[in-house]
């Protein structure tokens, strides 16, 4: 089908959960994307924090294909050694004890309340335990995980939830008290909250729900399933703090492309679990355990959990330097201000930027560079941009403009450019070079 047609036959039978971009992506290799025209994009998005690998990782990939050609299923009324060994793979990254595999982050929630609730259960034969969870925290859409998910209008529509749940506020440990009552039979954080605005814990907040977890013998869930998996320089996020869980829950990036989750529980949550009380059809499947495998190799042979670290920093380096030069940084974009300001919080690096231009009335990057000229110095302006109508922009307001080639445009959209660069590392060169010619920094 042409890509309009796939469109049109989506818009008809799949039901409308999800705004679509009018993009219909076909193939992907390393950090790039292919629409069906043909199209490439840099993926900043990495599947919603899935390829960790990026894509078209060939062992990865062999993996995976001589799983298939083994075995894809299999009842778990059965062992598998994929599962087996995913599982010790999994219980020695994370220095706890037993692992449960899922299909999805979601689900992993589901078990991590349904183990908190057992384990309440045991020791007090109550049915009626609570959950203390986190203001603005996201674990997901189900009945369950909606039900601990702490913003209002995910939850309004598909009230009555599963009841018993408390929302404290994140990073406060005194509120996260004050819902404390016999009933507790667990608390919920992400350690970085991810919908929320990307905001990491205070180590002394895990540190102390911590010992108020172990003081009231309730048990500690930590939420990894977009922070965790190498994206915070370490395997997991909570490495960073020194503070384990009783209850780790992963997904994402843990099967990088394959549909796979798991809730994994140390010493003090062994056991709450017994046969009977939980299961699943696909989870742990030798096909879905083979791709965690793969994980776990490829993210020790490539360093995976390293390289983030190392690259975690770049744009802030970078920006740090330009700021230490005493230039002054600015944002112009087609986006609305309210967009950017959301996309620059989590990306942490609103306050790096001294001014920040949105979208005009005129609804044109040109008149809104423009606007923004008339409040600064145009004589020292230089523009970077990736795209033709950045360099259009450019030239309507006679300034210079450098042309990133590895950005979302096409070559041939900078081909005429009189300055340009092939990796963001040239960036800082340039605009020094193009600055000093003009008369210094501003």
Sequence with gaps: MQTEQIIKTAEEKLIHTYNRYQIVLDKGDGVRLYDTD?????????????FALGYNNKEYNDALKAQIDKLIHTSNYFYNEPAVNAAKALTKASGMDRVFFTNSGTESIEGAIKLAKKYAYLKTGRTDSEIIAMHHSFHGRSMGALSVTGTEHYREPFEPLIGGVKFADFNDLESVKAQI???????????????????PAQKEFLEGLRA??????????????????????????????????????????????????????GEKADGALVPGDHGTTYGGNPFAAAAINAVFDQFEKLQVPEHAKEIGTYLW?????????????????????????????????????????????????????????LREKPELAVMV????????????????FVGCKYGY????????????????????????EIISARGGAD
């Design 181 to 199: 009552t016999d009933k507790t039979c667990a608390v919920i954080t992400e350690v970085v909250q991810g919908e929320g605005g990307i905001y």
């Design 317 to 373: 380096d970078k920006l740090e330097e330009l700021k230490e030069k005493g230039y002054k940084l600015a944002i112009c974009s087609n986006a609305s201000k309210w967009e950017l300001d959301v996309i620059l919080r989590k990306l942490e690096v609103n306050d790096y930027f001294d001014v920040i231009q949105g979208v005009t009335e005129k609804n044109n990057k040109k008149y809104s560079l423009e606007e923004l000229l």
């Design 38 to 50: 043909g199209k490439e994009y840099l993926d900043f998005g990495a599947g919603i924090a899935v």
């Design 212 to 265: 108020l977890c172990d003081e009231k013998d309730i048990i500690l869930i930590f939420d990894e399933i977009q922070c965790g998996m190498g994206r915070c320089g370490s395997l997991f996020a909570h490495d960073l703090y020194g503070v384990k869980p009783d209850v780790l829950t992963l997904a994402k990036a843990l099967g990088c492309g394959v549909p796979v989750g798991a809730f994994v529980v």
């Design 385 to 400: 941009g990736d795209r033709s109508y950045d360099k259009e922009a450019a030239r309507y307001n006679q300034i210079p």
């Design 409 to 432: 445009g096409k070559p041939e959209e900078l081909s005429d450019c009189k300055y340009s660069v092939e990796t963001a590392l040239e960036l800082s060169g340039i605009i020094d």
